[in-house]
């Protein structure tokens, strides 16, 4: 019997379109008015040393009376912040008074960009086109350490929450008995807006360790998320914000590289030279230009433990694509079907099938609003040839344009085009091109009660048979009580984009998921939740054959000390085609294929408060997996010598038994780090990665110091060896300097 999936389809296809808000305006959650505060045009400069000692912050506006968000959201915060902002032709000024209850601060590091949960510090938010998707962020501690990032698709997850883009700006704080204060002189430039704007949307939310309180300006429920962009009050410019000249910013690099390769005895001593180059066109568009990048600097990717038959996605951590990525990289299904990621360019295979590096020539991308509704993307990078390896030139190319719809809804179309234009002896005729074009629609309601997406995407290859079509629905309902959410997708078997992640194709996929929400009147219990999760797969080739499903149920509770802990009992099918080891075993015998698995499992997970100096988490799964048995174990702990030293460690260990002949395997990886900040310019990390698994002890050790504004000098050493035998595979040094120079 075929599956039903069309009918949830043309469940969830229609939500879509008519979930829908008629206001044109965002909502208030409730609040007996749009807040707001008028932002005064000054004509002095202010020196943002922390101190608020300027006459002018005793005349400014504020936007005050934050409303508790955690552990409740219906009451006043009970520690209260007061935030002022000023601005003249070239800045805008903020100062911000946080009340505690003390200084016993929770300080993860001195060292820019610090993830805020855990810690004491306050983000501020600016919605500079008022369209409730795409906001600025700027956040600042009691020590001073500042961080700033990018929130795309209304917040509405963390794939729409970056700290990896960079600006100029500046700041500082200054600690007193029962409260800090803060200062920043943010330049007019880092922002994009509409000239001639005479208000932003803005919010503002702040962790307090010390009284385990979140709180925020606006009104948060609590099942949003604290920075999501739909409740949001209104900064007032008292006159119209001018045209904003960006420079040019040029920021060349050096790099030395010595090199020992083991495995195939090679020894690589080099200097290389490039950069890249930042230019804004108009007040809402930007240009990056890159010429022979060198990302050695950029953090080493983690170690996972795969036991699964496909690819894992890993995040984007390289500067030159991090502005605007949601207009490149939101495309489709993350999960299943995402036809453009980055991490494609730039990485490749080998002839051995090892993933190596594959050299940038440069590349441009131009990115941003065209129109207050109109967003453009286009990116073009290429690649250079590596005949040893079988790697051959390619031209990276997508355009991607999106038009807003309704409140804050969008509607997008992109080509992406990758080709090699020489001919190899080593290059198949199918490999010669890629091409995908595709359609989305992104709904986020008014209210953000509904959001959700339609997409449609058509490949072309070179040996294409014609089922190279990807298309998909999901919609998601999410309320204090209820969150539902629903998903069907189809994916052709010949359907691929070279510049994408696809996990599987030849596959119809169909998920529900059901989560009910308890929010006790009292008690240590903040919440808790019960959910039910059925996802079926199956195979249009086989005639829709049911090749996987899994049937998961769920209870999690958070406590008001902001720990939190969950059970869930999973049941399982997979119906192998191929001959798969799951333990990846060399020479080992692999499962047969042809043949499905049924198997069941508990799993259990603790997380203690973040907010201490020592805080840890564990996670055991126990049960059947394939036609044996599988236990795991995972956790991670962390140390705060605050403010200098911070501790962390990675561990999960996976026992698996399969019957004889196949193989069993106990699975290491374990994956120590340490962060020391001497100063708030000078950093070193050195992170540690044991994965047996992967034969692989790897050793990265960074020292930076950022001798001026975004101006750096790296030393990077890199080990790495066989964890069998304790052999060393390759070792570098790398000694970079980088420097930004505003013209």
């Not at 236990?631 to 962390?648: A, C, E, N």
Request: hydrophobic letters at 35%.
């Amino acid at each position: 019997m075929r599956p039903k999936f069309p009918s949830l389809f043309l469940l969830i296809f229609p939500i879509l379109f008519f979930a829908q808000s008629t206001p044109k305006s965002l909502p208030n959650n409730g609040q007996p008015q749009n807040k707001s505060f008028q932002v005064k045009l000054i004509n002095q400069k202010i020196n943002p040393d922390g101190i608020l000692d300027e006459p002018i912050w005793e005349t400014a506006d504020s936007a005050k009376d934050f409303w508790e968000f955690f552990p409740l959201d219906s009451i006043q915060a009970r520690a209260q912040t007061d935030i002022k902002m000023v601005y003249d032709n070239k800045f805008l000024y903020i100062g911000i008074k946080v009340s505690t209850v003390g200084k016993s601060y929770a300080i993860q590091s001195l060292k820019r960009d610090f993830r805020a949960g855990n810690s004491d510090n306050i983000t501020l938010l600016f919605d500079t086109f008022n369209d409730g998707n795409n906001a600025f962020l700027f956040g600042i501690n009691p020590y001073g350490v500042r961080r700033e990032g990018l929130v795309s698709g209304g917040g509405l997850d963390l794939r729409g929450f970056t700290i990896s883009w960079d600006v100029k700006w500046k700041g500082d704080s200054k600690i007193y008995d029962d409260y800090y204060t803060a200062e920043l002189a943010i330049p007019l430039t880092s922002f994009k807006f509409k000239e001639g704007e005479t208000k932003w949307r803005f919010n503002s939310y702040r962790f307090d360790t010390q009284s385990n309180e979140t709180s925020t300006w606006m009104n948060i429920p609590q099942n949003q998320n604290i920075y999501g962009l739909t409740f949001m009050g209104d900064m007032v410019f008292e006159k119209p914000l001018g045209k904003s000249r960006t420079p040019i910013a040029i920021i060349p690099y050096v790099n030395g590289l010595v090199q020992r390769d083991y495995e195939n005895d090679e020894d690589t001593n080099k200097v290389t030279v490039g950069g890249d180059a930042k230019l804004s066109i108009g007040n809402s568009m930007n240009l990056d230009i890159t010429v022979n990048p060198d990302f050695s600097q950029v953090e080493v990717d983690d170690q996972v433990t795969n036991l699964s038959r496909f690819e894992i996605s890993l995040p984007e951590k390289r500067q030159f694509f991090i502005d605007n990525n949601d207009l490149f990289g939101s495309f489709g299904d993350p999960r299943d079907a995402n036809p453009f990621f980055s991490r494609r360019i730039g990485i490749a295979k080998d002839t051995a099938d090892n993933t190596i590096e594959n050299r940038i020539i440069g590349g441009v991308r131009l990115s941003g609003k065209l129109t207050k509704d109109f967003r453009l993307g286009f990116l073009n990078i290429q690649t250079a040839a590596d005949e040893v390896n079988e790697i051959p030139s390619n031209n990276n190319m997508m355009l991607a344009l999106q038009h807003k719809v309704f409140a804050r809804s969008n509607i997008g179309l992109f080509f992406i085009n990758r080709q090699s234009f020489e001919d190899y002896e080593f290059l198949a005729p199918e490999d010669k091109y890629n091409r995908v074009v595709g359609l989305d629609y992104n709904l986020i309601s008014t209210d953000n009660v509904w959001s959700g997406k339609f997409f449609f995407q058509k490949s072309f290859s070179p040996d294409s048979n014609g089922k190279d079509i990807a298309t998909g629905t999901r919609a998601e309902f999410n309320t204090r009580y209820w969150n539902l959410t629903g998903k069907v997708i189809y994916i052709g078997e010949d359907f691929s984009s070279d510049l994408g992640f696809v996990r599987r194709t030849d596959i119809v996929k169909s998920f529900v998921n059901v989560e009910r929400v308890f929010w006790p009147n009292r008690g240590k219990i903040q919440n808790h939740s019960i959910s039910f999760f059925p996802l079926h797969i199956w195979s249009p080739s086989l005639d829709f054959q049911n090749t996987d499903f899994e049937y998961r149920a769920q209870w999690e509770a958070r406590f008001t000390d902001q720990s939190a802990v969950s059970g869930q009992f999973s049941n399982k099918y997979t119906f192998l085609l191929d001959d798969f080891d799951p333990t990846n075993t060399d020479g080992g015998i692999p499962l047969p294929g042809n043949q499905g698995y049924h198997y069941n499992s508990l799993e259990f997970e603790y997380r203690s408060d973040r907010r201490k100096i020592f805080a840890y988490s564990l996670e055991p799964s126990i049960g059947r997996f394939f036609n044996g048995n599988r236990f795991t174990m995972q956790g991670g702990m962390t140390l705060r010598f605050q403010p200098k030293v911070f501790l962390s460690m990675l561990l999960r260990y996976d026992k698996i038994e399969l019957p004889d002949p196949y193989p069993s395997a106990d699975i290491w990886l374990i994956s120590p780090k340490i962060e020391v900040t001497f100063t708030k310019s000078i950093f070193w990390s050195t992170l540690i990665q044991y994965s047996n698994q992967r034969d692989n002890l790897g050793i990265n050790s960074r020292l930076q110091w950022r001798f001026a504004p975004l101006s750096d000098l790296f030393l990077v050493y890199n080990d790495n060896y066989f964890v069998d035998g304790f052999a060393p595979k390759n070792r570098s040094i790398n000694l970079k300097i980088t420097y930004w120079l505003n013209i």
